[in-house]
């Protein structure tokens, strides 16, 4: 779940597996008999949230990466660029050999 906003919900007897949540937050919620498996949905997510006859097992630890949005797009661009400046050198020389040999044994060839 990547930027998620849950507001006034109600979870009844759910599971939750294998749950990683960028940026996902539940406001006003009610969790009634879930169980959470293996997710990263600590407390700070669930804000003025109650969760009454809930079970957390085996939450994960540690650093959970989490990019920007920005960021990502930033990288979109910055690899396409990296691929246009590979394929320069091969569009150059391939312009002066056909200046050269000329374009139909260019093609032929």
Known sequence: MKSVTF?????????FEDITSSNTFF???TFISTMFYNTDLFEYKFI???????TFLHNKEGCQL??????????????SF???LAVLPGNIVSALLMDKIGRLRMLGG
Do not use: H, P, Q, W
Request: proline content about 0%; hydrophobic content about 30%.
């Open 66 to 79: 989490d990019f920007s949005d920005d960021n990502n797009a930033y990288m979109i661009y910055f690899v």
């Open 82 to 84: 990296l691929g246009t």
């Open 27 to 29: 406001k006003n919620c």
């Open 7 to 15: 507001e006034d919900s109600l979870f009844e007897e759910c599971y």
């Open 48 to 54: 003025n949230s109650r969760v009454l006859n809930s």
